[in-house]
């Protein structure tokens, strides 16, 4: 069963303007890490931001914020004040926390293109 | 700090040959992460070291696949022998240490079976 779910499709967005970035997930376990990653055209991996489960209050980064709703098991990534670097690949993952467990399941992505 | 790098960028080889991708983790990170994408589908863990011990090695697709880390340091996957539904882009990721700690990413190796 899928994990992580990631459904937008591409998205075009105006540069300076906000967008939020959907992720569900899906886990029985209380503890569990949510990441966000995003991944220009260049290919690497750029860490954004990270919210723990039993964090009580929203992760922030810069432009980065992350829209945590526990009981609907959400964790939606809104960027502020787009700018053109912004276009790129953004995955939505999780970490479960059972002792030794350390890998990350991914969504599939959404794709944003900043526009001018 | 330098990040994680990896070895080769990219690798185009024929089907059968043996490919060997090498990842150097940051500095003082123990904890070293092999990710896998192919075409079309969600990234994908293979294995996880901690200092040259194998962690968890659930997500390897078959024994065709062998990871090793000698002295904890960098990290090889070996592919031997290459099918073409190998191909995909090869991450590798590392962390200080296990809980909450972040993986950061390498560039990626893109590997082309053929």
């Known amino acids: 069963a899928q994990k992580i779910t990631q459904t937008q499709p591409g998205m075009f967005v105006q540069e300076k303007e906000a967008v939020t970035l959907d992720c569900t997930y899906d886990?029985?376990?209380?503890?569990?890490?949510l990441f966000w990653y995003k991944q220009p055209s260049s290919g690497e991996m750029i860490f954004l931001i990270y919210?723990?489960?039993?964090?009580?209050q929203n992760a922030t980064e810069g432009r980065y914020s992350l829209n945590f709703q526990k009981a609907r098991k959400s964790a939606n990534l809104v960027i502020s004040a787009s700018q053109l670097g912004d276009s790129a690949m953004y995955f939505c993952a999780m970490r479960e926390g059972r002792y030794g467990n350390n890998r990350l399941a991914f969504g599939k992505g959404n794709q944003v293109v900043v526009i001018p | 700090e330098a990040g994680v790098t990896q070895f080769p960028s990219h690798s185009v080889i024929e089907k059968g040959q043996t490919v060997t991708l090498r990842c150097d983790p940051i500095?003082?990170?123990?904890?070293l992460y092999w990710y896998r994408r192919v075409m079309g589908k969600e990234i994908k863990f293979l294995l996880h070291?901690?200092?040259?011990?194998?962690?968890?090695e659930s997500g390897m697709p078959n024994n065709r696949f062998l990871a090793e880390r000698t002295g904890g340091t960098y990290s090889t996957l070996k592919v031997q022998p290459a099918e073409l539904e190998d191909s995909g882009v090869y991450f590798c990721?590392?962390?200080?240490?296990?809980?909450?700690?972040?993986?950061?990413f390498g560039p990626g190796t893109r590997l082309l079976v053929l």
């Open positions: 070291f901690v200092k040259e011990s194998k962690q968890d």
């Open positions: 990721a590392s962390s200080r240490g296990l809980g909450e700690e972040t993986q950061y």
């Open positions: 919210q723990g489960s039993y964090d009580q």
């Open positions: 886990t029985s376990d209380p503890s569990y890490g």
């Open positions: 500095s003082g990170h123990d904890n």
